[in-house]
């Protein structure tokens, strides 16, 4: 069994995770993230500025092909007005998040970069995860004011990876997490549980793969099939996948920020506490205005479509005091880099 107070090797952990009880396996990795993190759960606002996607992939609700999807952008100035309004409520920390949308050239999000910096006195956090770009691209997002960089490699297995993001490479997405650590960037990555055609295998090979990569921060959600997808068709996974990885996560890189993502919470009203408690410290408030997050839809259902930042925050605060945590507006920087 992996001892909180030394550094297990990934052998240990896994063979640890192979015979515990998903009980046992999150009570070893919320005690550890306590010791690490404490009982705060830090809160990041989301902005999904874009629905429009160039890419195709098999289980995305906002992929290209989906003609049912109601496509909108957030221009620039009412993406500052929504980080001025999360600023003021305490926020110090925002993600931009969208589909690849060629509308939105490096410059322009260089621009909005710039304008967020400005906006929030330089003392606020800025996440992108809108994909694939060239190395020159992320210096130049770099440069601009971006902290942070969120790019999930989806599955470790290759094939299948080969076979869900069509005209995409595995190599070309795990390269791109090596120029975003190169450049000074907190990285982020992480990966589905429950792909049709997932083993076992693959889930602790997904984890490993976090680990090696040495992630500042992972996100790992549930895959729910999606309709208007090629994979709508496809069996709903438990949410256990996605627990007891986020359990698995947190052993094996316990300085990591790892959020208890939207997802879990869409397939089980209590899906981001039970994340919580497998040793996630993270929860991102979604601030992307209500007339549009409705058509955000990567998969169906989502949670909070009809709430405003401030509910949504309040709602936060309330049900992680119910498992006797506490929310926080720190910037929640990579322990990593010893800020
Ligand atoms: N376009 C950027 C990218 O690909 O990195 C960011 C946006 S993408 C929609 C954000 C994440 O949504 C993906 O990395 C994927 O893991 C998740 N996602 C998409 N479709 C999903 C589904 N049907 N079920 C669960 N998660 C899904």
Avoid: W
């Avoid at 306590?34 to 289980?59: A, M, P, V, W």
């Avoid at 259902?301 to 709430?307: F, S, V």
């Amino acid at each position: 069994m992996p001892d909180n107070n030394r550094d297990n090797t990934a052998e240990d952990i896994i063979n640890f995770y192979k015979t515990a009880s998903t009980d046992e396996l999150c009570k070893r990795a919320a005690s550890l993230c306590e010791s690490i993190h404490g009982k705060e759960i830090i809160l990041r606002g989301l902005i999904e500025f874009t629905n429009y996607c160039s890419q195709d992939c098999l289980y995305c609700g906002i992929r290209k092909s989906n003609k049912n999807a109601v496509r909108y952008r957030i221009d620039k100035d009412e993406i500052i007005k929504i980080v001025s309004m999360g600023y003021n409520a305490g926020l110090r920390t925002f993600v931009l998040q969208g589909g690849e949308d060629p509308y939105y050239t490096a410059d322009k999000i260089c621009r909005i970069l710039e304008q967020i910096k400005k906006k929030t006195e330089y003392k606020a956090s800025v996440t992108l995860s809108i994909g694939v770009k060239s190395r020159k691209t992320y210096r130049k997002f770099r440069e601009a004011g971006a902290d942070r960089y969120l790019i999930r490699f989806e599955t470790s297995d290759r094939e299948l990876y080969q076979s869900i993001k069509i005209n995409s490479s595995f190599e070309k997405r795990i390269a791109a997490i090596h120029d975003i650590k190169e450049l000074g960037y907190e990285a982020g990555s992480g990966y589905m549980t429950g792909l049709p055609g997932e083993t076992e295998e693959t889930r602790i090979n997904n984890a490993l793969l976090c680990r090696k990569l040495e992630l500042d921060m992972v996100g790992v959600g549930p895959f729910i099939p999606s309709n208007n997808t090629p994979l709508a068709a496809s069996p709903k996974m438990p949410l256990e996948y996605a627990i007891r990885a986020t359990a698995l996560l947190r052993l094996l890189l316990p300085k990591a920020h790892i959020p208890a993502t939207t997802a879990a919470g869409t397939i089980d009203q209590h899906g981001r506490e039970k994340m919580v408690r497998a040793g996630a410290n993270i929860l991102m408030p979604n601030l992307t205005p209500v007339e549009v997050k409705k058509h955000y839809l990567l998969y169906p259902d989502k949670i909070c479509l009809d709430e405003n930042a401030n509910e949504i925050i309040k709602g936060l605060g309330e049900r992680m005091s119910a498992i006797d945590r506490k929310i926080s507006f720190s910037r929640g920087s990579a322990l990593r880099l010893g800020k």
